[in-house]
């Protein structure tokens, strides 16, 4: 092959391929699990009886307390993003595991806004506090499952908001 | 060995979880119980669990786990800088064991460091029990090379192999940052030796059994 088909790329290190020891291997043997197991253990994930409000209001409170930093300028641009992103990133992972899958939806749209968004301003920390209040009605209203036509609108509305942010920063 | 009881052995043969040593470092207790209790149910009866990055280092010296999973963690701890001592600090027992990261982060970019902290497997939470054995599985059946650079020490980076690949030196296009300093260069090499001394050790141990 070639040397000079890509020239700006320059040659930096040297890396060394190593096979380690296969210990879990060795411990474990062979076979997989039974497929009976595998649905044990989903029915046992799904029908989990943890109260999930406690977690959530404490990861509600980060978040608050995120925005309250955000907003009295104690914390600025990716400082505050980061404490804002991982309550809501928690929140994602967290609500359908206990059932909240509604919290869940609403908590990704709120990670990936958080993600993208570019500066830090009034506008942004609204959509935050959009999306924290849907948050707390949904928990406040134990509003379990996918939350049906209420969620659905719920979920439009708040990818609306962070749409009409993004159009709002479109150069014309 | 007769005929119906190699059959049955076939048969009934399954993974001996029971033989294997799990550490969860979780943020959260609700969800340490939860993935704990879906071990067990798949048979894996030794798991420890930790709240923290230092509490985590330190059960992972002291217990040697054949597997770690770890959560994203809340800054100032983080399970990429826990990833990253388990594979480059000096009393680390095993930079090779096997890291499963679970979080709720799935955008490409967190993809991105995560596998450049050294991590084997990301799983996205909310997960299923079904997602979860599969990347145990794939650990076990599909363990991945180590690779050994002045930049990075861990389980080779690419999953796939494009064989359409024109380029001159696939692993000189990315220098993750993270790497990048005197002491985190230093730290990998040394590493990278004692990874090389377990290896040693192993082949050595190995050879005496035969």
Not at chain 1, 42 to 57: C, S
Not at chain 2, 105 to 114: C, F, H, P, T
Not at chain 2, 121 to 144: C, D, S
Request: proline share 5%; glycine share 4%; aromatic share 8%.
């Amino acid at each position: 092959m070639s040397d000079d088909i890509f020239p700006q790329q320059q040659k930096v290190r040297h890396a060394e391929l190593i096979s380690p020891p296969n210990r879990l291997k060795e411990k474990v043997g062979s076979g997989g699990i039974d497929e009976n197991v595998l649905q044990k253990a989903q029915e046992l994930l799904e029908r989990n009886t943890i109260n999930f409000d406690p977690i959530a209001n404490m990861l509600l409170d980060l978040l608050v307390e995120a925005i309250a930093d955000a907003k009295s300028g104690a914390l600025k641009g990716e400082d505050a993003l980061g404490a804002m992103i991982y309550p809501a990133m928690q929140l994602k992972a967290q609500g359908t595991m206990f059932h909240y899958p509604l919290v869940s939806d609403i908590s990704h749209i709120l990670v990936n806004f958080l993600e993208t968004v570019e500066d830090l301003n009034r506008d942004v920390l609204d959509i935050v506090v959009a999306h924290k209040m849907a948050i707390k009605a949904v928990l406040a209203s134990q509003l379990k499952g996918d939350g049906g036509k209420t969620g659905k609108e719920l979920r439009e509305a708040l990818m609306e908001a962070c749409g009409r942010y993004y159009r709002s920063k479109k150069p014309q | 060995m007769p005929l119906c009881s190699f059959f049955i052995h076939k048969v009934i043969m399954t993974y001996q979880f029971k033989h294997m040593t799990v550490l969860l470092v979780e943020s959260t207790r609700a969800m340490a119980d939860l993935t704990k209790s879906i071990l067990m149910t798949f048979g894996v009866t030794d798991i420890h669990t930790a709240f923290s990055m230092k509490e985590g280092f330190e059960k992972f010296r002291a217990l040697e786990p054949d597997l770690v999973i770890i959560d994203w963690l809340q800054e100032p701890d983080n399970g990429l800088e826990l990833t990253r001592r388990i594979r480059s600090d000096k009393q680390s027992p095993n930079p090779f064991t096997p890291i499963i990261l679970m979080t709720g982060y799935s955008q490409i970019k967190r993809v991105l460091m995560a596998r450049d902290s050294g991590i084997t497997e990301f799983l996205v939470k909310p997960f299923t029990a079904r997602a979860l054995y599969q990347r145990i599985e794939q650990i076990i059946e599909m363990p991945r090379y180590f690779v050994v650079s002045d930049k990075y020490f861990g389980p080779d980076r690419r999953r796939k192999r494009d064989s359409n690949y024109a380029g001159t030196d696939r692993r000189a296009d990315r220098q993750p940052e993270p790497y990048s300093s005197p002491e985190r260069i230093k730290a990998t090499l040394s590493a990278a030796e004692k990874a090389r001394e377990i290896l040693r050790k192993h082949t050595q141990d190995s050879s005496k059994e035969t």
